[in-house]
């Protein structure tokens, strides 16, 4: 492609409405540009990263025998109403673009095609010998993002390669679980990127086991917790770990004290000079269940923990049938406007013990009268503990379970790992923390989507089962600009060679000079017909404007036809170390074939 003809305006300032170096640079180097909020154009120098992204997760997944197709954007309501996540998806998270059409029906923009599938494999799945199966595709998705952000991190709109495998039993489904994981691992290798595979929590798609792959860099949205020892990484929203030992409570008889302006955990122990770890800390919340129940929630966990949401919001869902519902649709914590709605009398706030009387909730039609308490496990074994007293102004010192306080029955584990804690497969081993980017995620879905759907199979013995199912998620647009934060300098992107929209970029200092288009022109078609994807800068601009946007682009090799012809050799620069040398010109094209064959083995 030649410069002169293509759709290539760059910027030399960053733009105002991007954050992130990643983000700023595909827009300035003339990648994308924004649409709306979350949309964006993939502009031609984009659209040839993305398919170079998609042919390494096709071979991938091909490798593995799975198969591609390509199902519809458009979804009628009715299959996300049998499987039980229309409300979660439109209310409650309300992630999905859903509208009714002139026929009056609801449809929706696939965020993801679980139901889709489903369905397909309800229809044409009829026998063990037609297991396992496994189908992808590649495609755009919807989702109306709360915050979309960071250009193609989280758009409203991205490119995703979303893959379902269907299996007679759990063996199976693992082995295929177990093929993805090495799939997942070759792409992101193969695509040039430091990544990190964790334990992730499985959110609104449901079901059991489901392993992250987290790109590293300093702008990812996700934390990550792992130890050195390689044995433990988690996403810090499942992860779990050993808290730092609690300290022996000063305070070993009970006793009420006044203990003025001590609202907050770090107020109450400098007035005190104890320990946060000898306090039981007291957290409220507020659920509000598919069914229109809401519930309140009363937290027991140890003064120096915090409340882990994801945790809270799985544990919450689990007892949702306890109050006829299936779903949840908000989790708070309740501010002054929503208590006015339920409370009888008004909080202790700050000072709330772990017996708060059912009598705060003024019980209605839609209230559950009574508290829901649960006790996180760091708040069980504490003796002698600091705790509010139920009056502003006053704790309790010196309070232990079974005697001031009745123990919860429902023990939980909610509390957030945090670095510094120790490891639980070995104590010795402390938890550490990066950034991520979640770039894939693959979930070992079980029977959740079959049961609810009906998608069965008959086995050897004649029995009709549910299909046991699984999903596996690239974001092919989030992963190509994560390329890009993992990669670049002050001058620009530095693209690995495997996705880099060319590999070469032949630059002519001077388009006037004969001798300098010649050479170009002719290296320039050499190198192209070899199979190294070239570009030719061949536009009436002074030289300094083009290394410049050659390095804006990031293309991993320049070849400059300038002073050095004049010994028959070109200058040739390598993007990353910015390392130049001489080549002599007919060594050219064997020099790159070398250099990109050596960077695509990885
Ligand atoms: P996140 O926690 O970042 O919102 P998710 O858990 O919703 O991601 P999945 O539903 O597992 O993501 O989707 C599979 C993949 O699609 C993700 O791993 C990610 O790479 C990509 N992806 C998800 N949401 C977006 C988005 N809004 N923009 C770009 N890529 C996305
Ligand atoms: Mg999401």
């Not at 492609?1 to 700023?24: C, G, N, W």
């Not at 609690?246 to 006793?255: I, K, N, R, V």
Request: hydrophobic share 35%.
């Amino acid at each position: 492609m030649r410069l002169s003809q293509m759709l290539l305006v760059t910027l030399r300032d960053d733009p105002a409405d991007a954050e992130i170096p990643s983000h700023k640079l595909l827009i300035r180097a003339g990648y994308i540009r924004r649409i709306g909020a979350g949309i964006y154009a993939y502009l031609p120098l984009m659209w040839r990263v993305l398919q170079k992204v998609s042919q390494i997760v096709r071979e991938e997944m091909n490798a593995t025998g799975a198969q591609e197709c390509l199902l519809p954007q458009l979804q009628p309501a009715d299959l996300w109403k049998e499987s039980g996540r229309w409300d979660t998806y439109t209310k409650a998270e309300g992630i999905m673009f859903a509208f009714t059409d002139r026929r009056e029906q609801q449809v929706a923009l696939g965020p993801t095609h679980e139901e889709v599938i489903t369905y397909v494999a309800r229809d044409m799945i009829r026998s063990y010998r037609q297991l396992p199966l496994h189908l992808y595709q590649l495609q755009s998705k919807f989702r109306d993002e709360i915050r979309p952000r960071f250009g193609l991190m989280r758009g409203r709109e991205f490119i995703m390669k979303d893959g379902y495998s269907f299996h007679a039993d759990s063996e199976s489904l693992k082995k295929t679980y177990d093929d993805m994981y090495v799939a997942y691992s070759n792409m992101l290798r193969r695509c040039g990127l430091k990544f990190r595979a964790v334990e992730a929590d499985s959110g609104a798609i449901g079901g059991s086991g489901s392993t992250e792959f987290m790109v590293l860099a300093e702008a990812g949205e996700d934390e990550v917790l792992y130890t050195e020892d390689g044995k433990y990484a988690a996403n810090v929203e499942k992860a779990v770990s050993l808290p730092v030992d609690a300290e022996t409570s000063p305070f070993t008889s009970y006793e009420k004290r006044e203990t003025p302006g001590t609202e907050t955990i770090e107020k109450l122990c400098k007035f005190l000079k104890c320990s946060p770890t000898s306090v039981v800390k007291n957290v409220l919340y507020e659920v509000i269940y598919d069914n229109g129940t809401t519930v309140l929630v009363l937290i027991n966990i140890r003064g120096d923990q915090e409340v882990n949401e994801v945790k809270l919001q799985n544990e919450l869902t689990r007892l949702a049938s306890q109050y006829g519902a299936q779903t949840i649709l908000a989790l708070t914590v309740p501010n002054a406007e929503s208590q006015s709605n339920w409370t009888a009398k008004s909080l202790p706030l700050g000072y709330i013990a772990p017996d708060l009387s059912d009598e705060y909730i003024d019980a209605k039609k839609q209230v559950n009268p009574k508290f829901l308490r649960l006790v996180d496990k760091t708040a069980v074994d504490l003796k002698n503990f600091v705790t509010g007293a139920n009056e502003s102004g006053y704790h309790v010192l010196g309070a232990n379970w079974g005697e001031q306080f009745k123990l919860p029955e429902n023990v939980v584990d909610i509390r957030k790992a945090r670095p510094g804690d120790r490891a639980v497969h070995d104590p010795k081993q402390t938890i550490q923390n990066a950034r991520g980017i979640e770039a894939g995620h693959i979930f070992q879905l079980g029977t959740k989507y079959s049961q609810a759907m009906g998608a069965t199979y008959t086995n050897e013995q004649g029995e009709e089962k549910p299909l046991v199912m699984g999903c596996y998620g690239v974001g092919v647009s989030r992963l190509a600009q994560a390329a890009v934060e993992q990669s670049y300098d002050k001058d620009g992107i530095i693209w690995p060679v495997a996705i880099a929209p060319y590999h070469a970029i032949v630059t002519v200092p001077n388009v006037n000079d004969t001798k300098q288009v010649e050479a170009a022109e002719k290296l320039y078609g050499e190198l192209n017909k070899a199979g190294i994807e070239t570009l030719l800068d061949d536009r009436n601009e002074r030289a300094g404007v083009k290394f410049k946007d050659a390095d804006l682009l990031g293309i991993p090799y320049r070849i400059v036809t300038g002073k050095a012809l004049a010994n028959g050799k070109v200058e040739v620069v390598k993007r990353a170390s910015k390392k130049a040398c001489e080549l002599a010109i007919e060594e050219v094209v064997d020099t790159l074939k070398q250099w990109v064959e050596e960077e695509l083995k990885g």
